[in-house]
């Protein structure tokens, strides 16, 4: 069954740039129903949406981080990244990588229903 | 857009049911049926448990049911089981392809 798993630095210092990948196993990145995105949760605390894209390279970012934001996909090895640049302390978190149920024959649907097991991203000296 | 309210936390004995609310505004809530909660157990991914407000996906216990009234939605847990105790987020679509997710509740099984 489609799987997807997070992978990047687990440390990064403050006011640089977090990269982080999405890998897509077990089915395409590319099927049409769906879009990609990125959720965040510091510890402790709720989630948050970061931002979603299509295959297209269509993407949607949260309006409160889309400045330090950018989401790209990579069809051809079925990933999709996340960068935040000017990260602060405030930025720790685990990050999930999940698959937006986007739209079928039936209609649009617009709810996350597989999730990566995350990745911790701490943002230290 | 401010994240949805939810209550901190609530709690059961066995058997039981509870209910957790998620109060959005006009603008999420209010103006669409893309509310889904998820259900997060300590050091786990979040696991969809219910999607467009009422609707369960294959596997998910049917004592799990969701409602909505207004700019309120709302998860209820019937027949409280001890596996149930964990963190519960609703999320609600936004409009111009955002979302938001509620602050979390956790559910305690006395």
């Known amino acids: 069954q489609l799987q997807l798993q997070e992978s990047g630095p687990g440390l990064v210092k403050p006011s640089e740039t977090l990269s982080l990948t999405c890998t897509v196993s077990?089915?395409?990145?590319?099927?049409?129903?769906?879009?990609w995105g990125w959720i965040r949760q510091p510890p402790g605390k709720g989630l948050e949406w970061i931002g979603n894209?299509?295959?297209?390279?269509?993407?949607y970012y949260n309006p409160s981080l889309k400045s330090r934001v950018t989401i790209s996909v990579d069809t051809s090895k079925n990933q999709f990244s996340l960068s935040l640049n000017s990260v602060t302390a405030a930025d720790t978190s685990v990050f999930y990588c999940?698959?937006?149920?986007?739209?079928?024959?039936?209609?649009?649907?617009?709810?996350?229903?597989?999730w990566g097991r995350g990745t911790l991203v701490t943002v230290s000296s | 857009q401010s994240a949805l309210t939810q209550p901190p936390s609530t709690s059961g004995s066995p058997g039981q049911s509870v209910t957790i609310s998620c109060t959005g505004t006009?603008?999420?809530?209010?103006?669409?049926?893309?509310v889904s909660w998820y259900q997060q157990h300590p050091g786990k991914a979040p696991k969809l448990m219910i999607f467009?407000?009422?609707k369960r996906p294959s596997g998910v216990p049917d004592r799990f049911s969701g409602s909505k009234s207004g700019n309120t939605a709302s998860l209820t847990v019937s027949g409280l089981q001890a596996e149930d105790e964990a963190d519960y987020y609703c999320?609600?679509?936004?409009?111009?392809?955002?979302?938001?997710f509620g602050g979390g509740t956790k559910l305690t099984v006395l």
């Open positions: 894209i299509y295959n297209s390279g269509k993407n």
């Open positions: 999320s609600s679509y936004a409009g111009n392809n955002n979302f938001l």
């Open positions: 467009e407000v009422s």
């Open positions: 999940a698959r937006l149920f986007y739209h079928d024959t039936s209609g649009f649907h617009m709810y996350f229903d597989l």
């Open positions: 077990g089915g395409s990145i590319s099927s049409s129903s769906y879009y």
């Open positions: 006009s603008s999420d809530v209010g103006s669409y049926l893309y």
